[in-house]
């Protein structure tokens, strides 16, 4: 009698054909997907070294000599998450984001042990005899890597600035310190992608328990929980950024916790309101009545009743996180070695002459990034709304 | 005599962009002047659509007319513009709505609402007029105190004065022709049997005609001169009440009246059940009261309570099912909760079984829940969307070890499906998947697989059509019988107590006024509050006419 139809939630698979049917966030969807892409693959996208090479019959990869220990831990992640979707292993979205996050913990964990690469790349290396002079080779898409200023690639070495347009040969040009722009907007996406989600992620587990907690127990709880919600909201994250920055340096994953910390509020105020509607409905008073655990009641009963409403929040809050990075590294106090878009955009400004390569190409990701999420974000609250939902399927 | 409305061949047709939806298909009835016509049906028949394809209020864009036509004072009103629909529409034809809540508009007093269809339709009359005129139309309607009154506001009023209130804003042009939408489903049955005699009331004095729409055949047998039966979209039998009634020709209308509750055949008390009339009793109720504090202010003072169950001594005895009856607040819903203790009682104990509950920590109730199960009114809500059958079942049973293994839950919720007369594999499905009754199955099964001794209905029965709703009782009955069970049937339904129930308890603001076996209490009420209660019941037996 057991024949487990394990067909995914039809609920689930109704909103997200829904959410699929405008046009816009179709495109969305690719750019974020293109976004994915360019950040899990960019030593491969865009890198100095030869991905392959046969030199006197014997064939390396230099590539994977040079990964560091981030290209690991991310393409492993990315692996994992291909298997995990991919497989048809019947695992519960909960027993699969646990999976998931033993292999990013494992995956740290053998990168720190085994990946050592040399502490000092020196670019001019690739251009010698030694990565030329082979029976053949295959470069990535674009050759040049993020850091590589190519002093030694221009007649007139340090002559002249070495900023210069959009050519063949750079298709988005160079910087000031002739560093390629492409290849830098590449390995920036990076930063883009992890700093949205992850910051995102954490107000989110920090809003759904507090707000839960709030919106379960009402009374005082609620009372209390909704002064603390008003202090955090009154911290601006701006100011408390650029005061960190100040005092403990530059660390993305700072920057991370800490709009994750600050940002939290608005989640628990929706999920607040969600489980204060819930807590009277019949289903959760039938559970209570069976005499349920009250993290059961909470997160199996009520949390995907109520989840629906922070997603669309979060998606619009994954814009606003990579807006902060960017205007922070505007300010000039992003991160120093890594490229982002934000501190590309403020070398387009502070150079003595405006580079318009400089200042669009940047300015243009940040803009479609943000323009997807929030694409998907309103995409997603009309497939949940059932009237609008209603109405997008007739427009469709 | 002459029509008034005559609708020949009507269909109503909904375009989706998934299908077709024949709501009305082929309906023809007429009405004459100064009589009820009574549209009965069950949800989803087409008697609403009817009514509404009549007033030209179904929404353009996705509705269609194929064929029909509708002939009200000779014209055909499928032929009007909306200029000319709208000269009709309230002077001639007027409508009163299910919901009193939400029919009239919060934010205008009820005179204002009342003098703006008046001004639109009667332009020359003067504003003395309008006012003489709205005053008559709520005087008409028992208001008391009308001209005071016409500067309420909807709040103020309370339900059965609101739908008094759209009855005097449909009569204030002098219709014709009256559709009234299940007009006193939402109201309690003393409330009911008022509106219903005003309606008849007005009928006699204004000679209009009365399109009734309702799923009750007590309000049928109360009101109609003529009747007629819907299923899906057809009119499958029509004719005079009595006839109808009575000599009910078309399978269908058998069937539905064989489930009134009043015409359920009748169970014989069993010699268990004689036996067990005074066992001992399982729960034990002692001056149990639920308040709900009112806050007011900056500081959220407590300024007063609303005493929901108030001072409440009851013994529920073991084996039997005891009905709890009453009008909407008057506390019955919330003594079941408080039984349970889902509801924090203020002050009074619940023993059962020689343990006190009141007072427990949520740890030490735990093994008590399981013997106390709830069934809820709402099928829509009772059941959680996103979860399958099969965890709604078998998470229960592993909190209370019920079962050793997952396997060995599955085939006792498997089990329990059968019980309740659903499929196994219904387990593997989600509630949307199934229909009202089914779903009450279900919340049936989930208090069943606890093996509970004691299970609270609250309203189970009141959401569903009537030959569903015979459908779950007769399942109660056979339940009880097999397992020892006892129940709460918390209802409204007089004839669902009398069908079903061993003792009657009845409430009235927070207390109980009386109680005994139901026999007695329904047959022969001994209190003022029941007897009145048990009038306003509308029954089969004819009374218009």
């Known amino acids: 009698m057991t024949d487990v139809v394990a067909t995914r939630d039809p609920y689930l698979r109704r909103i997200w054909e829904r959410t699929l049917q405008g046009t816009g966030v179709k495109f969305a969807l690719v750019w974020v997907g293109l976004l994915v892409f360019a950040a899990v693959f960019a030593p491969f996208l865009a890198n100095s070294m030869p991905l392959i090479m046969s030199k006197n019959g014997q064939i390396s990869m230099p590539v994977l000599h040079y990964l560091s220990r981030e290209d690991v831990v991310v393409l492993i992640a990315f692996v994992a998450l291909i298997v995990l979707w991919v497989l048809p292993l019947r695992l519960n979205w909960r027993r699969g984001l646990a999976v998931f996050f033993l292999v990013i913990v494992a995956g740290v964990i053998i990168a720190n042990q085994y990946v050592n690469p040399p502490k000092l790349i020196i670019y001019e290396d690739f251009r010698s005899p030694a990565y030329n002079q082979v029976d053949w080779k295959l470069m990535p898409p674009i050759p040049y890597a993020p850091t590589d200023y190519m002093r030694d690639a221009r007649e007139r070495g340090l002559q002249t600035a070495p900023l210069s347009e959009p050519s063949l040969q750079h298709w988005m040009g160079t910087e000031e310190n002739g560093a390629e722009v492409f290849s830098r907007m590449i390995h920036a996406s990076r930063i883009a992608l992890s700093i949205g989600i992850i910051a995102t992620s954490i107000s989110m587990v920090i809003g759904v328990i507090i707000g839960g907690i709030m919106g379960y127990f009402s009374g005082v709880v609620d009372m209390m929980g909704m002064r603390l919600v008003e202090i955090f909201e009154a911290i601006p994250t701006l100011f408390l950024l650029l005061t960190f920055v100040a005092f403990f340096g530059r660390s993305l994953y700072m920057m991370m916790v800490i709009i994750g910390v600050t940002s939290w509020s608005g989640y628990a105020r929706y999920i607040r309101a969600e489980f204060l509607k819930l807590r009277k409905q019949d289903y959760v008073q039938a559970a209570i009545a069976s005499g349920l655990p009250l993290r059961s009641i909470l997160f199996r009963h009520m949390l995907p009743n109520g989840v629906a409403p922070l997603l669309v929040a979060a998606s619009f809050g994954v814009a606003s996180a990579i807006l902060a990075e960017a205007t922070l590294s505007f300010l000039g106090l992003g991160l120093v070695d890594a490229p982002s878009w934000g501190q590309m955009l403020d070398q387009a400004v502070k150079s003595g002459t405006f580079n318009w390569w400089m200042a669009v190409f940047p300015g243009g990701a940040i803009f479609m990034t943000v323009f997807a999420y929030t694409l998907i974000g309103e995409a997603f609250r009309d497939a949940i709304d059932p009237k609008t939902a209603y109405r997008v399927k007739r427009s469709a | ?545």
Not at chain 2, 370 to 386: E, T
Not at chain 2, 470 to 498: K, M, P, W
């Open chain 2, 1 to 545: 005599m002459t029509n008034l409305l005559e609708v020949r061949d009507l269909s109503t047709y909904f375009t989706t962009p998934e299908r077709e939806v024949k709501a009305v298909d082929g309906v023809s009835f007429a009405l004459n002047k100064a009589e009820t016509f009574c549209l009965v049906g069950e949800s989803g028949s087409g008697k609403s659509i009817t009514a509404l394809s009549v007033m030209r209020l179904l929404p353009a864009r996705i509705s269609s007319h194929p064929s029909g036509s509708i002939w009200f004072n000779g014209v055909d009103l499928l032929k009007q513009d909306d200029e000319a629909m709208r000269h009709i529409r309230g002077s001639q034809i007027a409508m009163i709505f299910q919901e009193p809540m939400t029919s009239l508009n919060p934010v205008f007093t009820i005179g204002d609402q009342i003098t703006e269809a008046l001004q639109l339709h009667h332009p020359e009359m003067s504003n003395q007029e309008v006012q003489e005129r709205t005053v008559k139309a709520l005087e008409q309607v028992h208001l008391p105190n009308a001209r005071g009154r016409m500067r309420d506001y909807p709040h103020q009023l309370s339900g059965g004065q609101r739908q008094r209130v759209m009855i005097a804003m449909a009569l204030a042009c002098d219709p014709e022709l009256l559709i009234a939408d299940e007009p006193t489903t939402a109201l309690d049955v003393t409330v009911q049997a008022e509106i219903l005699r005003l309606m008849r009331e007005l009928q006699d004095n204004t000679g209009m005609s009365i399109l009734m729409i309702t799923h009750d055949f007590g309000v049928v047998a109360q009101m109609a001169h003529q009747v007629g039966v819907m299923q899906y979209g057809k009119l499958v039998e029509q004719g005079s009440t009595k006839q109808v009634l009575s000599q009910p020709q078309h399978p269908y209308t058998q069937q539905l009246l064989a489930a009134v509750p009043e015409n359920l055949a009748r169970r014989k008390p069993t010699t268990a059940q004689v036996l067990n009339a005074d066992a001992k009793p399982l729960i034990e109720i002692h001056n149990l009261s639920v308040w709900f504090p009112i806050k007011k202010g900056l500081f959220r003072r407590t300024v007063d309570y609303v005493k929901a169950v108030d001072d409440v001594s009851l013994a529920i005895p073991k084996g039997q099912i005891m009905a709890l009856v009453g009008e909407s607040g008057c506390g019955k819903t919330t003594l079941g909760r408080a039984i349970l203790q889902l509801e924090k009682p203020t002050q009074g104990s619940v023993n059962v079984e020689g343990q006190e509950l009141v007072g427990l920590s949520d740890q030490a109730l735990r093994p008590w829940r399981a013997k106390m199960q709830i069934v809820f009114q709402d099928p829509q809500s009772s059941l959680n969307p996103r979860l399958l059958v099969e965890t709604m079942l078998t998470e229960p049973m592993k909190v209370h070890g019920i079962g050793s293994s997952h396997e060995e839950r599955l085939e006792l919720a498997a089990r329990t499906l059968e019980h309740v007369q659903l499929k196994r594999e219904y387990l593997w499905r989600y509630p949307h998947e199934f229909s009202g009754g089914q779903r009450q199955r279900i919340g049936l099964a989930r208090a069943l697989v606890l093996n509970p001794e004691f299970i609270v209905c609250d309203e189970i029965t009141s959401a569903l059509d009537v030959s569903v709703q015979a459908e779950i009782l007769q399942l109660l009955l056979d339940i009880r019988s097999e397992r020892d069970l006892t129940l709460l049937f918390v209802t409204h339904n007089i004839g669902v107590v009398e069908y079903l129930s061993d003792q009657t308890v009845v409430m009235y603001k927070g207390k109980i006024v009386e109680r005994g076996l139901t026999e007695q209490v329904c047959r022969n009420p001994q209190e003022p509050y029941t007897q009145k209660l048990l009038a306003a019941v509308p029954r089969l037996t004819i009374t218009a006419l």
